[in-house]
């Protein structure tokens, strides 16, 4: 087997593996998604891949890991041109650290970026909830550009039941 072929194989399996974090995380099992982790780590440790789901699998387990999975965020950003990716990947490890006004900073550049990346639209919704601010501009933007999106089907559920309430009591 030629060394372009063994890399290929190499990097599908570590994509695999990275969908399965992933996956694992996305059913709260992150204990499956931690063995998919340790075998990417095994395969290769810094790889870009195995460093995303190391940071993914960090964010979902939360508490001590949120600094750790900041970190590897900040390294990639630093190694390769920050994307929107990194930077919502930066932002939200910000909020779940409480420091909102450095996850706007981030949110905005990213929004730069890709004005219309729903995570990033959706990610500045709550960061300026929890700041105080107006978030109607970024939702209508996700509302319009990413109807199917979780969290303008979780408002739009929430609105609908409040006025079903309101209804009920007219």
């Known amino acids: 087997m030629d060394r372009v072929s063994l890399l290929c194989q190499l990097w599908i399996f570590g994509f695999r593996h990275a969908l399965n974090v992933q996956i694992f995380i996305k059913m709260h099992r992150s204990d499956f998604a931690e063995r998919q982790l340790r075998m990417m780590q095994q395969i290769d440790e810094d790889h870009t891949l195995t460093q995303l789901a190391n940071a993914w699998l960090d964010l979902a387990v939360g508490g001590s890991?949120?600094?750790e999975a900041h970190l590897i965020f900040q390294d990639l950003s630093e190694r390769y041109q920050s994307t929107s990716l990194l930077l919502n990947g930066k932002a939200v490890c910000c909020m779940h650290m409480g420091n909102f006004d450095e996850a706007e900073t981030l949110l905005v550049e990213a929004l730069n970026k890709d004005a219309r990346d729903p995570e990033t639209l959706a990610n500045l919704v709550v960061c300026c909830l929890h700041l105080g601010k107006?978030?109607?501009k970024s939702f209508s933007q996700l509302k319009l550009?990413?109807?199917?999106?979780?969290?303008?089907?979780?408002?739009?559920?929430?609105?609908?039941?409040?006025?079903r309430?309101?209804?009920s009591f007219s």
């Open 145 to 163: 550009s990413h109807p199917d999106h979780v969290l303008v089907k979780r408002v739009t559920t929430a609105e609908e039941s409040f006025d």
């Open 134 to 136: 107006p978030s109607s």
């Open 165 to 167: 309430a309101l209804q």
């Open 65 to 67: 890991k949120i600094q």
